[in-house]
C-alpha cells in the first residue's frame, strides 16, 4: 500500500499552470513535515518544497516566486501550486513526508 498518494500532473505549455496534490493518512500527515521532490530526466532527484507542520515552508532557488507548497490539516493533504511554468520544470514529482515515506510520482511536462 502506498502511504501517500499524488494527482495533478499533466501536460502544460510554458508559462501554464499546474496544481499537484498529495493525500496522507491522518498519522503519517500530522506526525511530519511534508516535501515534494522531483527527478528530471538524466538528473538525480532534489527537492522542490518543504512545509513543516507549523506551516513553515521553503524552496529551492529555482522555483521561489513561481511554486507554492501548502497544507490542508482538515484533509490530510499537501499542495504545489506550479505558476509559470519552464521547460526545466519537467520531471516526475513525488510527495514526501520526512524524506522516509514517499508516493508513486506523477509526471509533469512542461512545453516549449
Known amino acids: 500500500q502506498v502511504p501517500l498518494v499524488e494527482s495533478g500532473g499533466g501536460l502544460v505549455q510554458a508559462g501554464g499552470s499546474l496544481r499537484l496534490a498529495c493525500a496522507a493518512s491522518a498519522i503519517i500527515f500530522s506526525n511530519n513535515a511534508m516535501a515534494w521532490y522531483r527527478r528530471a530526466p538524466g538528473k538525480q532527484r532534489e527537492l522542490v518544497a518543504a512545509?513543516?507542520?507549523?506551516?513553515?515552508?521553503t524552496y529551492v532557488d529555482a522555483v521561489k516566486g513561481r511554486f507554492t507548497i501548502s497544507r490542508d490539516n482538515a484533509k490530510n493533504s499537501v499542495y504545489l501550486q506550479m505558476n509559470s511554468l519552464k521547460p526545466e520544470d519537467t520531471g516526475v514529482y513525488y510527495c514526501?513526508?520526512?524524506?522516509?515515506?514517499w508516493g508513486q510520482g506523477t509526471q509533469v511536462t512542461v512545453s516549449s
Open positions: 514526501s513526508a520526512a524524506a522516509r515515506l
Open positions: 512545509i513543516s507542520i507549523s506551516d513553515m515552508a
